[in-house]
């Protein structure tokens, strides 16, 4: 599929503070000091503008600082900036800030603005040149959301009405982001999320974007030598740590739930992070997530969009991917770590057995339910619903999920298979028969015959115009 072209003479405007010890990124400094909180806020600023730099070249974009005092020293390229690229923030909070950037924007003859800021170095430049690239086609706005609550960026194009557009935005908190959405939704704007990013606010953010820049999926050269020298010098042992394992729990309405998902990953010792990637539920999920203590993000609708999400935010060396209605058996982590201690293993995955949860009381639903497992155990391809588990590094060198409507849980593993052996470790994970008591026949049928038109060259989205999602 080829890109849309982006919409001409953009602005990219990236705010940012002088990095000066005491008066930048106050809270990081509460974790690890004054002078290394003023020299990360130097290193991310520094890169950041690279990065935005390089996006603009292909976008024949323009970029300017937009910062609360143009007339001093910053670090590297940016100084080198011409003093016309610097702009005034303006008074107020930042609502009133961002307005009055935007206002001056459009004002100067952009098709599309974008506001960044330069608190997430990790934060690959695809993912900013998605930002314009989505804008048209029914498409006004583009957000992206981090994963502390807040956005990383906005853009916008001139059709979005700006008086009042940030009044009583609760900014610096978990609902920043989501609040924004909303805001924008309730205006009738149309918008498009892009894909999330780990921002650095605090000291405990700190692994996460090392962990992202280790593996390369935002370039950022300053950031990631300060980050390596500050570990190297926290470092108790030069022993290697043990391998870590990061749980991805896809999401949408799933508030009744969630909460006892996360707390049961939680409860296994060999699980050492859980991200829940919501997909703009409107039931209260993303709070009901955060506060059972999961790292949550919100990203676009669609499973391949939230699991690569959240795969792409994991600090994990392994990764495995549980969906909110299943049930991991209580050894699931240790038993994914002792799969992978074979070199030659990527992943592999567990095998389903289907519950009545919902109480039916009708016999031949359960065997039904119980047909539907059969094929766990004897395909050759796992489903996603039989929690499959992969190294990180096999998940990024495969590319992640295909960008598809169905069938992309095969599709991954399938890839993954090219590059080494899939594992089927015989332990039940327990799965809702929710979906499948409203429709037995059918979901069974779609079960055993999707796979095999797959196969055969039927494609998702001929194959999503049959299926039916039901919840």
Not at 172 to 197: F, H, I, K, N, Y
Not at 429 to 441: D, Q
């Amino acid at each position: 599929m080829s890109e849309r072209p982006c919409p001409r003479a953009p602005v990219i405007t990236l705010y940012a503070k002088p990095p000066r010890p005491g008066e930048s990124k106050t809270r990081l400094a509460a974790g690890v000091g004054d002078v290394l909180a003023a020299r990360l806020a130097s290193a991310f600023l520094e890169d950041t503008w690279e990065s935005l730099a390089a996006l603009s070249a292909s976008l024949h974009a323009r970029v300017v600082l937009a910062t609360t005092d143009t007339t001093a020293t910053f670090p590297g390229a940016v100084d080198l900036a011409p003093q016309q690229d610097r702009w005034d923030q303006g008074q107020g909070g930042l609502g009133e800030r961002l307005e009055h950037i935007f206002t001056r924007g459009f004002a100067e003859g952009a098709d599309a603005v974008m506001a960044v800021g330069a608190d997430a170095p990790a934060t690959a430049v695809t993912s900013l040149k998605s930002a314009f690239t989505e804008l048209g086609d029914g498409v006004d706005a583009t957000l992206g959301m981090s994963v502390d609550g807040g956005f990383y960026q906005l853009t916008l194009s001139p059709q979005v009405p700006l008086p009042g557009l940030f009044d009583g935005i609760p900014w610096s908190q978990p609902t920043t982001g989501r609040a924004m959405l909303d805001r924008l939704l309730a205006r009738e704007v149309r918008v498009a999320l892009t894909a999330p990013s780990a921002d650095i606010d605090t000291a405990d953010d700190l692994p996460r974007a090392l962990a992202c820049l280790r593996r390369g999926l935002g370039v950022a050269p300053r950031t990631l030598a300060l980050l390596e020298q500050g570990r190297r010098a926290g470092s108790d042992s030069p022993s290697p740590s043990a391998p870590t394992l990061t749980a991805i729990v896809p999401a949408l309405n799933e508030a009744p739930r969630i909460a006892a998902q996360v707390r049961r990953l939680f409860a296994d010792p060999a699980i050492t992070e859980v991200i829940v990637v919501d997909g703009q539920s409107k039931d209260g999920t993303e709070e009901a997530a955060r506060a059972a203590g999961a790292t949550v993000v919100v990203s676009a609708r669609g499973r391949s969009n939230q699991l690569n999400a959240g795969a792409r935010l994991a600090s994990g060396d392994n990764l495995i991917f549980v969906h909110a209605d299943c049930e991991l058996p209580a050894s699931a982590g240790s038993d994914v770590l002792d799969a992978l201690v074979d070199p030659a293993t990527v992943g592999g995955a567990f095998v389903t057995w289907h519950v009545d949860d919902v109480q039916s009381g009708r016999p031949i639903i359960k065997r039904l339910l119980h047909l539907a497992d059969v094929r766990s155990r004897f395909a050759q391809v796992p489903y996603g619903d039989q929690a499959i588990f992969c190294r990180t590094s096999a998940f990024d060198r495969v590319g992640g999920y295909p960008a598809q409507p169905l069938m992309e849980d095969v599709e991954f593993s399938q890839r993954l298979r090219r590059h080494g052996k899939l594992v089927r470790v015989n332990k039940r994970v327990l799965v809702s028969g929710r979906r499948f008591l409203k429709r037995p026949i059918y979901y069974t049928a779609a079960m055993h015959t999707f796979p095999w038109l797959y196969r055969f060259g039927v494609t998702p989205e001929q194959l999503k115009s049959i299926y039916e999602n039901v919840r």
